[in-house]
C-alpha cells in the first residue's frame, strides 16, 4: 500500500487509517496547533490528505508561507495531495499547496445541493458519501458555462472540474501537474477517511493517465450494438444507479440516527458536563419515569444552589411541586472523570438528600450517583469505578452508585427486547450500593 501523510486530521482518523494497514504518519499545521513551527512532510510519502477547517489560528496568513513552492516540486514528480475543504481561510489553502491558477476558499452553498462531474474519477464514493458535505465552498471566482468540466490553467496544468455548487460555481477540482496532482474536495466530514481508501485503493490515480484519456475501442460503441444489448445496457447502468441511490439513502438514515437519538445515548459514554448530563436525563426519560425534572431548569428563574442534577419522581401525574413532597424521588448526581470516583462526590449523595429531605418533609427519597469514570477507556474495557468503602456507604445510606456504561447497557437491552423498561426502572427503585441491572 502507498505510504501516506496526514496534515491536520485527528487522532480518531489517523488510527482508522492505521487499521486499513496504511504506511501512514501524521503533522499539524500551526493553524492547527497555534504553534509557528515549521511544517516538514517526509521524502517517502506518496499521498498527501490535508484538512482545511477554520482553526483557532487561521488568522496568521504567513505560516507556511513557502512551504506550497518545494510541495509542487515534488507533485511534479509523482506526489499525490487531496485536500478536504471544510472552512478556514485561503491562506490556508494556497500556503500549503500553491494559488494554482487563482485558486481560493469562498462561501458556497449547501452540500447536500453540489453536482459532481459524472465524467469524473472517483464519482461513485463522491455520491455516496455526498449527504455527509456539510457546506461546498467555492474554489474559483469565476463561474463556468453550463455543462464545462475544465478550467484554463496557464502553467499549473490542466485543470478538472469534479462538482459545482447550486449555482454552478466550482467546489472540486483536480489539478495535473507533471506525473503528479492536486485535489481538492469538500469535506465529507467523518467520511473524509472512507472517501481517501477510495481515492488509495483506485490504481487509475497512482498509473498516470486517467482511463477517458485512453484510445476508446470503437467496437463498444452502442452504433455497433444490437437492440438486445443495447437494452442489456440500459438495465445495467438502471441498477447502478439504483443502488448507488440506496446506498446514499442508508448512509443518510444512518447518518440522521447518528445525530439523533442514537447520538444522545451514546453521550452517555463519552460526554461530560452539560452534555451528560441532557445525556442522563434522556436516558430515565427513554426508559419511562412518570417525571424526570432537569434541576437546573426547574430552578432556573430562582437565585439558590441547585446541587443534584435532576429528580426522577414517581407518580408523574401530579405538579412537580406537589410531587416532590409527597411521591418517591430520586435524586441524581451526573459526574465524569478520567479516573475513579472520589470520596467527595459520592459524600454529597447523603449530603444533597438529607437537604431535599428536610426541605420538602419528604423521607421517600433516594440519591443516585451516575458517573462516567474513565472516559477516555473503551466502555467495555473501564473497571468498577467505585471502591469497596464507597459502595458500603451508599448502601448503608440507602443510595445507588451506577456508571453511564450501565445505564447505557440497560437502554440497549431494553431495545433488544431483553429487559423491560419497568424492570430498568425497580432495580434503579430497590437496589442500592453498586448498581448492576439483571438483564
Known sequence: MPKIMLVDFGQADRDRFAALEYDVEARSTGWATGRDEPLDLPGASEAVFYRVAGEAGAGRADLHAGLHQALLDRVRGGLRVVCFVGGGATHQL????????????????????????PRALFHVPFERFKPYIAKAFRLYDETPAEGVWEKDAA????????????????????????????????SFGEKNVEVADHILKDKLWFGGEPARDAAADWSESVDYAFPELVALLARREEEKR??????AGYDRRIREMKAGGHGSFLHLLKGEGAELKRAVVDAFRYLGWGRVVDVDEYWKKVIRSKEEDAWLIEPGDMPVEAAIRKGEVALVLVRAGKNWATDDECLLLQKYKGRRMQEFDNTRMKAVLVGNYFSAVDPKARANPFSAGQIEEAQKDGNGLVTTYELF?????EKENRISKDAVREQVRLKTGLIVFDI
Open 242 to 247: 439504483r443502488f448507488e441511490e440506496a446506498l
Open 94 to 117: 494556497t500556503n500549503i499547496v500553491g494559488p494554482l491558477a487563482g485558486l481560493v476558499i469562498r462561501d458556497g452553498g449547501r452540500g447536500d445541493a453540489v453536482v459532481f462531474n
Open 155 to 186: 502553467s499549473d496544468g490542466t485543470i478538472e472540474l469534479l462538482a459545482k455548487t447550486a449555482d454552478g460555481a466550482p467546489a472540486a477540482a483536480a489539478v495535473r501537474i507533471g506525473k503528479g496532482s492536486v485535489v481538492i474536495l469538500p
Open 409 to 413: 447497557r440497560a437502554v440497549k437491552a
